[in-house]
């Protein structure tokens, strides 16, 4: 099952631990006869229709058949036809039907006061916040697909921007949002007091149910309907939700891609790595994490080298389904990526035949660098900036330090001191140094003994190894030499020139 990434007043949704640190559902799609639901995909594309065919006459219940986008069959198989399946050689893969849940933990230039912190914060590089916001493109002629629970259509902040769009919920309420989630992250795209691109064209695609929740299968669904009816002219996706690691969904989210497409997607409130969830590891979408007010990374964003950029996504003011007029804080990266998606139509709308990669490869460079605390591993430091924050910073990975001088001065221990001549524009973390050790005085170090992680925030340290730190014991007697790595927020250096070889007694 899906899920969305949002959080509401600072407290995960009952639904949203399901599948990110909640209790697992087991099988979701289990269906009283023994069989399970399962995703089909077939490697001759043209005739999916046959093989759909071929399998329901085999008596197998068959829910949908992708003959758009992603190509491939919805079912209703026990495990015994699964293995029968695998003899077929046109059969790629079969994964479970699993939930998925939404992810709420050059005009002249126009400001509005009394901004949301979360648009104030695009349009500046540094803070503090000036409490206003700034663009000179509302987004006007662009397409903006948000597939999610649907939208409120008569609420104030759209102003008749809502156009008719799908549903693949067969409860009765169309497109019409009966969660909220949805109209808020619609709200953060292009509402007209709450939005980052103010006159963006808002199509529905309601994949989630009142409750938040829907199945993978819903939304290939309607990643497909969006593929197969899309308005010609500039579009992007806004995807805030999320579930386990499925091959089909970020299949269909590349078919989205390969459309012409932008599409933005959420990392995740789980606290962990974005690669491990779904569409957040879709290689070409642009993944985004959350910060707060103060530029941390969100207590329960995901990370990791899936992450494309961040953007604000803690105590987010939008729209929501109470009535005409109303709103409510929401936070999780539910909240982050439809700034990143607002973002996107401004650039179209000045940049209406860029391809999607294009979009994707002028957010993130022009994005401010450097600006995220406790960012995660393997994240890149890159917070959302629209095209009036002014200049980018240049940021990238530190200079590499200089050779360390390495003395040992006491029994079994060593002394590494250690240097880095430019920070590349973003504050030191920490310096990795690697031991290497030698037979002797004039051999060769090249055996490495182990390496040790010295948390600095200067552009110099000194580092020492003794029994507590080695982690086994006092070092050796021996011959020793070291070499360093800096790290800061982009990235790691290159590694420096070993220093001479010292012995330890």
Known sequence: ?????????????????????????????????????????????????????????????????????????????????????KKNPKFLFAEKDSPVYATAITD???????????????????????????YTSNGQGVTAYVIDTGILASHEEFTGRVAVGNTQISDGNGTTDCNGHGTHVAGTIGGRNYGVAKGVTLVPVRVLDCSGSGFTSGVIAGINWVISNHVSGPAVANISLGGGLSTALNNAVQALIADGIV??????????????????????????????????????????TCLDIFAPGVGITSSVIASNVATDVYSGTSMATPHVAGAAALLLKVN?????????????????CGAVTSSGTGSPNKLLATSTAGA????????????????????????????????GGVAIQSFTIKIWSARNATSAATTLYGTYTCLST????????????????????????????????????????????????
Not at 123 to 129: A, E, F, G, H, I
Not at 270 to 286: E, F, H, L, Q, V
Not at 358 to 367: F, T
Not at 396 to 423: D, K
Request: charged share 10%; hydrophobic share 35%.
């Open 1 to 85: 099952m899906i899920r969305f990434f949002q959080k509401k007043s600072f407290v995960t949704f009952a639904i949203f631990g399901i599948l990110f640190g909640g209790t697992q559902i087991a099988h979701a799609g289990t269906t009283s006869t023994g069989t399970e639901r399962y995703i089909l995909s077939f490697s001759n594309d043209d005739d999916v229709q046959g093989e759909s065919n071929g399998l329901r006459n085999k008596g197998i219940k068959i829910h949908q058949t992708y003959t758009q986008g992603f190509k491939g069959v919805v079912g209703d198989f026990t495990t015994a036809q699964i293995n029968d399946l």
């Open 108 to 134: 002249p230039a126009t400001v509005q006061s009394a901004a949301t912190w979360g648009l104030d914060r695009i349009d500046q590089r540094s803070l503090p916040l000036s409490n206003s916001y700034s």
């Open 263 to 304: 599409v933005a997607v959420a990392a995740g409130n789980d606290n962990r790595n974005a690669c491990s969830y779904s569409p957040a590891s879709a290689p070409n979408a642009i993944t985004v994490g959350a910060t707060g007010s103060t530029d941390a990374r969100a207590s329960f964003s995901n990370f990791g």
């Open 352 to 368: 209406p035949t860029a391809t999607p990669l294009e979009i994707r490869n002028a957010l993130v460079n022009s994005s401010t």
């Open 392 to 423: 980018s910073v240049v940021c990238s990975a530190p200079a590499a330090p200089s050779t360390p001088i390495v003395t040992s001065p006491r029994s079994r221990t060593l002394s590494i001191g250690v240097s880095t001549t430019n920070n």
């Open 458 to 505: 200067s552009l110099t340290a000194t580092c020492t190894i003794t029994a507590a730190s080695n982690g086994r014991g006092n070092l050796p007697a021996g011959f020793y030499a070291a070499s360093a790595i800096a790290v800061n927020g982009v990235g790691a250096s290159t590694e420096s020139a070993k220093s001479a070889i010292i012995q330890v007694r």
